[in-house]
């Protein structure tokens, strides 16, 4: 029981997965609400916390991880939010610092926590590592062996947050190679 | 007996659940078969491997199908929860799951209640539940590499695509890193941070190092960090101390990366392979 009262009082670490997606009006907020939950997302209406200045004056609270399968969806009825961030104070920001490490004839780019490295000569992707997030291993099986031109962008397939993370270093590692 | 909960990279694989048995590059589960790539399955086919040396029964097994939507992970989540209350684990490691700290403390409510508390590991998506749901020290080890284990270090991101800057993987760091995960009990009685060097953490202490053999190589290739977990979730279920454990796994992990003289192109499975060699070096 001990334990189990130490679990409850972890209850204000619940808005600390959360994020917020700000829509221009409140008639997006609804459509978008019935979209999410028809496809069985956990998500609810609130009211905009007090750090976000733009939008109406309802928001949506939905679970962070899982940010680019809802945009993909939202999308898809071509809906889009004007904003979307963590829920907790609204200064964090994503990573936007990326890692490049030469091997020779291999290249390979981090985001944040996740790595992509590519043969330089052919522009195969050779690897896929970092992430914990369950669309990880299934992205990787999708890259790996293939040409970098010739893959779904890692945002048409991913649904997460690492996801997310490896579209970033899949458009900086591109990037590097049209450069060079 | 070790158990492992994670997911395969696929959509439509069923909740199976059972010993694992590892053949060539294949695990099979009930009547599943699974290829052993970078994910839950390198992780189970490297305990496989530690077991096998050890002459010990290969771990149990629960696995779903996720490719990130979550609802494979959450069908894991319900059954795993009712499940478990009929069995006797001594060690549980859970792996690439739908980060979720609704069901993180739900799980650790049913765990709570069993008659014998089992040995707890976190690594990949389960870990960042873990530290989501604020509860990283109820776990006895995590496994983040050097970026995993700066998202620990920041009591303020959610995930550690929001980590934020001044905490940065930065290997020259970790130490500081590894005080502040502490400070804000964001970490578990044992680390073992992987990275360029391996720190082995008991309660916010380094009590060891482990940097050789450097093999620049691996850093890119999928799954050398499931495979150290999968090594040390083995080596601590066949009664190995746990700080023992980590010095080992991380070193057995570093020595079948060599054995496979890699480049950045090598797969996991091939190193996988070599683990038995390299565990008989340290074991």
Not at chain 1, 155 to 178: S, V, W
Not at chain 2, 20 to 39: C, H, P
Request: with cysteine; glycine share 8%.
């Amino acid at each position: 029981m001990k334990f189990f009262k130490k679990l409850f009082r972890n209850n204000k670490k619940n808005s600390f997965n959360r994020g917020i997606l700000i829509f221009e009006n409140t008639s997006e907020v609804i459509r978008a609400e019935n979209i999410l939950k028809k496809h069985g997302y956990e998500i609810k209406v609130v009211g905009p916390p007090p750090h976000v200045r733009k939008g109406c004056d309802l928001a949506i609270d939905f679970p962070i991880v899982e940010t680019v399968g809802i945009l993909k969806l939202l999308k898809n009825y071509e809906l889009s939010p004007i904003d979307y961030m963590p829920l907790n104070d609204g200064n964090l920001k994503p990573v936007d610092l990326f890692h490049i490490k030469d091997f020779g004839r291999f290249i390979m780019v981090r985001a944040a926590n996740m790595k992509i490295t590519v043969h330089k000569g052919s522009l195969t992707i050779v690897n896929v590592s970092g992430g914990g997030c369950p669309d990880v291993p299934y992205l990787a099986a999708m890259l790996v062996g293939k040409n970098i031109y010739e893959v779904p962008e890692p945002n048409e397939i991913g649904h997460t947050l690492c996801g997310y993370a490896l579209q970033l270093a899949y458009d900086k590692i591109k990037e590097l190679c049209l450069q060079s | 007996m070790l158990a492992i909960i994670g997911t395969v990279p696929e959509e439509d694989f069923p909740i199976t659940f059972g010993k694992a048995k590892l053949e060539n590059d294949f695990l099979f589960i009930d009547s599943k078969r699974v290829l052993v790539q970078r994910g839950t399955p390198a992780l189970v086919a490297s305990a496989c491997k530690i077991f096998e040396v050890l002459k010990k029964d290969y771990p149990y097994v629960y696995l779903a199908g996720d490719i990130g939507k979550g609802t494979g992970s959450k069908k894991l989540y319900e059954y795993f929860i009712k499940d478990i209350r009929q069995r006797e684990f001594q060690t549980l490691t859970f792996h690439y799951l739908m980060p979720d700290a609704d069901w993180c403390n739900k799980i650790l409510l049913v765990i709570e209640e069993l008659h014998k508390h089992p040995f707890l590991i976190a690594d990949a998506g389960f870990m960042y539940a873990a530290k989501m749901s604020g509860n990283a020290k109820y776990f006895n080890l995590f496994t983040p590499d050097t970026g995993e284990l700066a998202f620990l270090a920041d009591e303020e991101a959610p995930h550690p695509f929001y980590t934020r800057g001044f905490l940065l993987q930065d290997e020259s760091r970790v130490e500081e890193l590894i005080r502040r995960a502490y400070e804000y009990e964001n970490a578990p009685e044992y680390l073992l941070v992987k990275g360029k060097t391996d720190y082995i953490v008991k309660k916010g202490e380094v009590v060891d190092m482990v940097s050789e053999p450097v093999i620049e190589a691996l850093e890119p290739i999928g799954g050398t960090g499931d495979s150290i977990t999968g090594i040390v979730s083995a080596l601590i279920d066949s009664g190995y101390e746990i700080q023992t454990a980590c010095v080992f796994a991380s070193k057995i992990n570093r020595i079948a990366g060599k054995l496979a003289n890699p480049d950045p192109s090598t797969q996991i499975s091939d190193i996988i392979k070599l683990i038995p060699k390299a565990a008989l070096n340290i074991i």
